[in-house]
């Protein structure tokens, strides 16, 4: 391996598995002083993980780290803050009922009084204008951070970096819940402390704002270096190129029959984007894919439809009907069903066994009078569990105690007892093994094939490619475009979900 | 058999058991008839409120209003019952605890509110308003006449049972079977357990806990008409102190877990009888009647450490 003289930090061959998965194998990088690096790659690439390496928070199972030449172990929070390594992270960690001053210096609050450690008032005032002043912040230090728009809770984190001495700033998506004015600002900011001194690791998914600071660009692709580019060779297309990088064979999944759209979604504006309106189809019998970005709103448009959040505007029809959606009662009276992303916290009631889980969204089929018919609810659940293959020892079996596939079978059981006309996946198979994600894979596509519409969102590629007839990317909240299955490519939705509006 | 041994209705059942043998055999005048009546009316009078409480706390709510509820609602039924038919004053005292449960309910499912801060406002309201509409005076039912059916329907008995008790058991097999055998109670549960889960079920969630919060109110109501016969006097600034809390032992000694989704009708019964038991227990055994809260205290605690120790295990 080629040592470069003078790298701030580098990486050598760094490995990180967890429980057996690889996240990380055998990674380089390097940084060097007063340089801008951006870290790119799609949803689940490494790059978190690489970065959380760096500030301390995971280990890595193999590879070494040198930081100013020497090899050394970050092996907390605390000794990355000691090696001048400063971490912004994508969720801000503030404390909100605190001031702008006691934010910077928390935990190390200047005092005064001795025993009694009293908080040095004027001291940790002074101290934090300075260093607000050096980013150029006109905000009072006393200012309590919930008071401040997301974007200055953001500068305060980074004036707290600086005043911990930081070399290295890793910066994890900083712009993603920023307007576009204080995006301008922290890409300035960045390229001002870039002048005086301080190196930056950047991880974005906006391929523009990269464009815009970095030096260099470095790449991963399933948790390997898929390359670099230095800053004359730094585009949209190589980027994208860089990221997407592989060939994937897939099978075609039948078209849809049908022609008469099942879903009708209008105007349609979520709470986390009141300002973008969103507009799509589904046909009965088509699977359309739901891809985007992380945090394009895909979660958010599902949850409105399903009526688990409120719509701030729109109109949902299906089958031609006009529906009022206030809650997900009522878009389970019309057969519109979601199987949530998150399966502990929406999706079932881990501590309940599998029969009372598998029945509870029709318990009118399986009581008289309001009083349950337990033998009914027991024939019924074991039948599903066999059809489903559900692997468990008995349906008193509770669901926290089964593994994901199962899991999610059992959620598929719970509405597949019904009759549904729009069955919404969100991230159907993640965390769930490769036995079992055929067989969900296998259940969608007969769903379709029996005429129910399905959206699909999906972070991953080979998913969204294998089995969507059509593609529907988003992209900050809006739809950036519709892909049919002839041209849809890796490459095409990457394109559209990065804002990048490519010819097709 | 090895599960029934692990619930927690099981152990405070042995613990009930043991502590009567104990009592018995320390004072035999624990097992005579009117020792016996007289705790199985307590126990069927702070029962029917303590069942209502349990079903708050399995829905992960709390309701610390049911001590003044049962003041203002003493006070109601004895200014009421010398103008009006007993049935319309009975129904009046009932109206009211149904709807103050329900306004509770729509404060904390409609507003968000925290059910800790609706109740203990209404803690502290209907107190206030129980003093104020009695002047502050002790209400009784003098020599008025004409609800003398009434008065033996609450303090009467059937067979040496106190009639409270024979109510108790009826309100606990009804409650049994809505907590255990209806669609209604499995919901309840799964409301207790995962409220955002249960919503994504289409279970109207606020709707469920509102309700509890309704049935919490009319326990007390029937609670109130007992309890008010059976003192035939209410001082309205300490008639029910502290009831909410024997509620929330109760319920809590019976295996309902504040944090909801656990607990059970049996559990309940059996955790107010405990604490009826330990207060007869202060009484016979001589022990000065001033330790009675801290007898009580320290054997709620030891369950509760007992409990996490052996499920530690």
Not at chain 1, 23 to 37: F, K, N, R, T, Y
Not at chain 2, 22 to 39: D, E, S, T, W
Not at chain 2, 59 to 82: C, K, N, Q, R
């Amino acid at each position: 391996m080629i040592r470069s003289k003078g790298a701030l930090l580098e990486l050598q061959a760094v490995s990180k598995r967890f429980a057996g998965v690889v996240a990380l194998s055998d990674v380089a990088l390097e940084i060097h002083p007063g340089e801008i690096v951006a870290l790119i790659g799609e949803n689940g690439a490494g790059k978190s993980t690489l970065m959380k390496i760096l500030g301390g928070v995971h280990q890595p199972t193999e590879g070494v780290i040198l930081v100013d030449g020497k090899q050394s172990a970050i092996r907390s929070v605390n000794d990355a803050l000691g090696f001048g390594i400063g971490f912004i992270h994508q969720e801000l960690n503030v404390l909100d009922n605190v001031d702008v001053a006691g934010n910077i210096f928390l935990g190390r609050e200047p005092v005064w009084g001795g025993p009694l450690r009293l908080i040095d008032e004027g001291k940790i005032h002074r101290e934090a204008k300075k260093y607000l002043d050096r980013l150029g912040m006109r905000i009072p230090t006393g200012a309590l951070l919930r008071d401040l728009p997301i974007a200055y809770q953001q500068m305060v984190e980074i004036a707290k970096a600086l005043s911990l001495n930081t070399r290295i700033l890793l910066m994890d998506e900083p712009t993603s819940s920023l307007t576009l004015s204080e995006t301008e600002r922290l890409l300035s900011l960045t390229k001002e402390l870039r002048a005086s001194g301080v190196s930056i690791i950047y991880i974005s998914h906006r391929l523009s704002e990269v464009k815009e600071i970095a030096d260099r660009v470095v790449a991963l692709r399933d948790g390997r270096n898929a390359g670099g580019l230095s800053r004359e060779e730094i585009s949209h297309d190589a980027m994208v190129k860089l990221m997407v990088g592989r060939d994937l064979a897939y099978r075609q999944p039948q078209p849809a029959k049908e022609t008469r759209p099942r879903l009708e979604i209008r105007g349609l504006r979520t709470q986390r984007y009141p300002k973008q309106e969103i507009s799509f189809d589904i046909r009965a019998g088509e699977i359309v894919g739901f891809a985007g970005l992380v945090g394009a709103g895909r979660t958010e448009a599902a949850q409105a439809i399903f009526g688990a959040d409120k719509p701030v505007a729109g109109t949902i029809r299906i089958d031609g009907q006009d529906l009022k959606i206030t809650s997900p009662l009522d878009a389970i009276a019309h057969g519109i069903y979601l199987i949530p992303e998150d399966r502990r916290k929406t999706g079932l009631i881990t501590s309940m066994p599998i029969r009372e889980n598998t029945t509870l969204a029709s318990m009118e089929r399986y009581s008289t009078g309001g009083l349950i018919q337990f033998g009914a609810e027991r024939t019924a659940s074991e039948r599903y569990c066999k059809e489903f293959r559900v692997k468990c020892s008995s349906i008193e079996q509770p669901v926290k105690n089964l593994s994901g596939g199962n899991q999610q079978k059992v959620i598929l059981a719970k509405w597949l007892s019904l009759a549904p006309r729009l069955l919404i996946f969100d991230e159907p198979t993640r965390g769930i093994d490769v036995g079992a994600k055929a067989e969900i894979y296998d259940l969608m596509r007969k769903l379709a094939e029996s005429g129910v519409a399905i959206l699909m969102i999906s972070s991953d590629m080979e998913e969204v490619l294998g089995e969507s007839q059509r593609v529907v990317v988003m992209h900050e909240g809006a739809i950036a475009g519709s892909l049919d299955r002839e041209h849809c490519t890796e490459q095409a939705i990457m394109n559209l979900a990065v804002g990048h509006h490519a010819q097709v | 058999m090895k599960k029934l041994l692990l619930k927690r209705e099981f152990g405070i059942f042995v613990l009930l058991l043991v502590l009567c043998i104990v009592v018995a055999a320390l004072n035999p005048k624990f097992l005579g008839a009117a020792n016996l009546q007289n705790i199985g009316r307590l126990i069927g009078m702070y029962g029917i409120f303590s069942i209502g409480i349990g079903l708050v706390i399995m829905t992960g709510g709390i309701d610390l209003s049911i001590g003044s509820m049962v003041a203002l609602l003493g006070v109601e039924l004895a200014m009421l019952l010398p103008h009006l038919a007993w049935p319309l004053a009975v129904l009046a005292v009932l109206g009211t605890a149904v709807v103050l449960g329900g306004l509770h309910g729509l404060l904390i499912t409609r507003l968000g509110l925290q059910p800790f801060i609706v109740t203990l406002c209404g803690l502290l309201f209907y107190r206030g308003i129980a003093r104020f509409i009695a002047n502050d005076e002790t209400k009784g039912f003098g020599d008025a006449r004409g609800f003398e059916l009434l008065q033996n329907l609450a303090t009467g008995r059937v067979l040496g049972v106190p009639m409270p008790l024979i109510l108790l058991l009826i309100v606990a097999a009804v409650m049994w079977v809505v907590l255990h055998r209806s669609v209604y109670g499995r919901y309840l549960f799964a409301v207790g357990r995962n409220e955002e889960a249960a919503r994504y079920s289409g279970i109207n969630t606020r709707r469920m806990i509102a309700s509890t919060y309704v049935l919490s109110g009319a326990f007390a109501g029937v609670s109130s008409i007992l309890l008010a016969f059976y003192t035939n006097s209410i001082s309205p600034s300490s008639h029910g102190n502290f009831y909410e809390l024997y509620g929330i032992a109760a319920a809590v000694l019976g295996g309902c877990s504040l944090v909801g989704g656990e607990g059970s009708i049996f559990g309940i019964v059996i955790g107010t009888a405990l604490l009826q038991v330990l207060q007869n227990l202060v009484n016979l055994l001589g022990i000065p009647s001033s330790l009675n809260f801290a007898v009580m205290g320290a054997v709620i605690l030891i369950g509760v450490v007992a409990d996490r120790l052996l499920k530690n295990r």
